[in-house]
């Protein structure tokens, strides 16, 4: 007898899709907070570099090579990420991208990361790379998910690439083989399988971080710029990124609430 479920047809399709994928791509559910986003970085870094307020925000990001070097990068980079957080909407207009796809994946109660990853790669810089890696060795819980947004087309070098779940567990066994090896001995292991997604502006990414991925030297001739959060269910187990510290609480029920307070009065539960 199969197992009953309760969830949607939608929901079910969704997570079955991602189950066998690993990711799913998908139009923004909130186009206004994706443009205010968008503008929002765009002047930031304007402002950043002496410019004025950018006429075409898409055109300014994938253009910023004109304007910047890889020795000044870091520092645009941290001032944009640092504006951000002076931003009391952001968060919350970063989680409407994409509300109903969370909810469907992960659940309801839900913790978001404290602070954005922002990844700016110039044409031909090789400053910027991400060698492969999974984010559930650096102590991410594999309940968590990333959230995945490109503020210009991310295509072809101009994007990350990352593994199937079949491609991913089927190197686990193979790990033995790298022990004196470093990422990119590993990453020639798997080029030849590993997707790079193409995600334009207007659409978002989830996907699980406990897949190897990681990016490369950006050879097309725009620049990349593209957002990251991680969010996961808050009553489910955390690894070393903790609550409090990495993670921040977004939608706990009030019976969650209750419950975490309650008490037993003493002598209720005496043996």
């Known amino acids: 007898m199969s197992k009953q479920s309760f969830l949607s047809i939608d929901d079910q399709k969704l997570g079955e899709d991602f189950l066998t994928n690993g990711f799913a791509i998908f139009d923004v559910e909130d186009t206004d907070a994706l443009d205010r986003i968008q503008s929002c970085v765009a002047e930031i870094a304007a402002r950043h570099l002496g410019h004025e307020k950018p006429a075409d925000a898409t055109t300014y990001l994938d253009q910023i090579h004109d304007h910047i070097s890889s020795q000044s990068l870091n520092d645009l980079r941290l001032h944009v990420i640092n504006g951000l957080k002076q931003e009391t909407w952001f968060r919350q207009a970063y989680f409407e991208l994409a509300r109903k796809h969370i909810e469907a994946l992960v659940g309801n109660e839900l913790v978001m990361q404290r602070n954005v990853n922002l990844s700016i790669q110039l044409p031909d810089d090789d400053s910027s790379l991400l060698p492969i890696h999974a984010d559930v060795w650096d102590g991410n819980s594999p309940f968590e998910v990333v959230v995945w947004l490109p503020l210009v087309d991310c295509y072809g070098t101009k994007t990350m690439y990352l593994l199937s779940p079949t491609d991913d567990y089927a190197m686990h066994n193979q790990f033995h083989n790298f022990t004196n090896k470093n990422a990119e001995d590993l990453y020639q292991a798997v080029k030849g399988r590993a997707q790079f997604m193409k995600v334009n502006k207007g659409q978002v990414m989830i996907f699980s971080l406990s897949l ?60």
């Open 212 to 271: 190897m991925h990681g990016n490369r030297v950006n050879l097309e001739d725009t620049t990349r710029w593209s957002m990251n959060v991680r969010f996961k269910g808050a009553l489910t187990p955390y690894d070393d990124k903790k609550l409090g510290e990495y993670f921040e609480p977004i939608s706990v029920r009030p019976i969650t609430k209750l419950g975490m307070k309650y008490q037993y009065h003493q002598g209720f539960k005496d043996e």
